[in-house]
């Protein structure tokens, strides 16, 4: 399932953040785009692996925007 992902800088942070809005909770940050997306990509991962992990029910991912 492909799940879209949302990122943005903090200037808070000094960094990007990334979110998958389907995925409540899950989140990463990086220094750069390139770490931020490695990061979300590993945090999604695990954030499903522990919905089947639990017998829940995958959120259905939202349509990509263009």
């Given amino acids: 399932m492909y ?12 960094g990007f953040i990334a979110i998958v809005p389907d995925l409540p909770g899950c ?9 931020v997306i490695k990061e979300i990509n590993i945090a999604k991962e695990l954030h499903i692996e ?6 829940k029910v995958l959120p259905i991912p939202s ?4």
């Fill in 50 to 55: 522990t919905y089947k992990a639990k017998g």
């Fill in 27 to 35: 989140s990463a940050f990086g220094k750069t785009e390139e770490e």
């Fill in 3 to 14: 799940y879209p992902i949302k990122i943005f800088y903090s200037e808070e942070d000094e």
């Fill in 63 to 66: 349509p990509i925007e263009s």
